[in-house]
């Protein structure tokens, strides 16, 4: 009797554990285990890099015993007999660069168990560091979303303004339309598909979305170590240039389309929208109720990034390649401030006007200043004229470059050099001939060196012999050399043949040059004077010997010399769109089709956002006009 009696009980026992366990421990292994965690909900732990130990209580029916295969961990004890114990995990310092998970599963006498895992967090050193060094590859990788050979990367998304503003266009096309498979950027030239549903507005967005999600990571992990606080200094001077670039592409100005009546109407109703802000600390629940910022708001936003950059790096060094210096992000101040320069809105904490200009001129002398003490010097006509190396190689007036790898390089075509060399064999420069219009060419001085990279329609090759690397035959022939075709930009260590090494190449991101632009140009602002004397001392001493300007109009005269500086290199567009310009592609070489004349500013410099961001994110309420087919002409 008295043994059926202990019988039962030792039943009701197992019984009623089994019950706790069906109660108090979801998710944590068979409902069945005698096991009972003191903590039932603590069955998950996310911890950091360190060496340290977790603890965890619980009550055993019987005997048990805990397993992990992770070499990292250790257990004490491992086994033990019914009661109360105490279980302490012992997790190694993680030195990798990447996170670890682990599973201990606790083990009762009938094999019935409870698994406890174990996140720990990579290195954080290391990881910032993985997270750095990625930084050229992502720039220059292709959209996950689009894949098309116009799409490259961030140098893609800049070289297409220029496309936009018809500064670059190729000169072999004949019409609208044709050679499609050779011009991958026509619907840029032509402003077409570029609507919220278009590959076009997909992947600019996915672009510079991606590189913010990225450089927000290495701002979060290394935000809170005093050892590690320039590389928040990087990470936050990346992601001013990344907003930055998309204020000015987004920021819905005004235009005209005689096309459609309601653009302009439909343009006033996102005056000063930008495009969200997701900084490194956002809920997935914020980021996708996330209103499109106002221009006050980014510029805001976009400065105290900048501020805290400036603050970080100081004088610091970072032993890596394609990293923003203090001279970096006195340049972005520089383009920040220019930028705001061309509104008269009056914001409270912000500049604007003239106010933004003057200091647009005086963050421009200072990225110079701090530029010449890392030795960055203005590029010379030898270099600018190399046939092996120009634009390829990181040049001693560049700043801050990016620079792709050979194993980083994703194919023939998905890259800038196969677009932009007539010289490289393997891709589309020798059957597009990209190059300038003949009303460029026309206006450049007779001693600008910077003109005898450009075929004009009466160079021979004699003449032209030391500045390409095309045989005689090869220049002779129509499809490897257009008239006014560009050979600014060289294939990677002159490799004309194999894409991997002639695509894996230098870009620049900023060149010291473009200071002395926007110190001309945002000095004229408010005294023309001098501003006129800045480019002409510029042009005189590193351009064209016999330059004098005796126009009336100096700021458009500096915009069509930064022009032809940075022919190629995607930021000349921004100048035009705050500057409300207009475009002329009448009575010059544009192909047919592609010829007209704009009552300022075009509608396609106003980027859509597209449709699929929208749909993730309830709190843009609304798009930009879609600018498709409106060229304003005249």
Partial sequence: MRLHLLLLLAVAFLCNACEKGTDDKPGTGSQESTIVLEKPEETHFDIDDLSQTVAVMFTAASHWHAECEAEWVSLSPEFGEEGKHLLTILVEANESDYNRTANITLYDIDHKSITLSIKQQANTKNRIMRLLSSMSSLMNSVSPIVY???????????????FMAMLTFPCTMPERGGNTAYSRFQFANYGYGLGAESPFAKYVWVTYTTLIDHVNKIIDGSKHSDEMAQYEGVGRAFRALFYLDMACLYDALPA?????????????????????????????????NNPRATREEMFEFILCDLDLAEELLGDKKIDMQAMPNLAAVY?????????????????????TSTEAYRLAAE???????????????????SEWLNPFYAFSTKMPSWIWATKLEPSDVPSNLHAFTAHMCPEALY???????????????????????????????????ENFSQ???????????????????????RPGNGERYDYAIGNAIALPIIRVEEMYFIEAEATAHFDEGRGKMLLE????????????????????????????????????????????????TTEANYPDGMQFKSEGRLPRWNFVIPQAAMDENVGIKANNPDPSNADNIL
């Fill in 467 to 489: 500045y390409t690397q095309m045989s005689q035959e090869e220049w002779e022939e129509q499809r490897y050399r257009a008239p006014y075709t560009n050979f600014k930009f």
């Fill in 331 to 351: 340049a972005l101040k520089a383009r920040t401030y220019l930028w705001l320069g061309g509104f008269d809105e009056s914001y409270a904490n912000i500049p």
């Fill in 427 to 461: 891709g589309y420069g020798p059957l597009t001939g990209v190059g300038v219009s003949s009303t460029m060419y026309e206006r450049m001085g007779e001693h600008d060196f910077r003109k005898l990279t450009i075929a004009a329609p009466d160079v021979t090759y």
């Fill in 148 to 162: 098309d050979h116009s799409d490259f990367g961030y140098h893609s998304v800049r070289l297409n303004t220029d």
């Fill in 256 to 288: 005209k389309d005689p096309k459609n009546s309601s653009y302009e109407g439909a343009l006033a109703s996102v005056e000063g929208l930008t495009v969200p802000i997701v900084t490194e600390d956002m809920s997935k629940e914020q980021r996708e």
């Fill in 363 to 381: 963050y421009a002398r200072k990225a110079i200043t701090e530029a010449t003490k890392m030795s960055v010097a203005i590029t010379t006509s």
């Fill in 537 to 584: 001392t510029f042009m005189r001493n590193y351009r064209d010997v016999g330059y004098a300007y005796i126009g009336t109009d100096i700021i458009e005269e500096t915009i069509f010399q930064k022009s032809v500086e940075f022919w190629g290199e995607g930021i000349v567009m921004f100048d035009m769109k705050r500057l409300d310009m207009g475009v002329d």
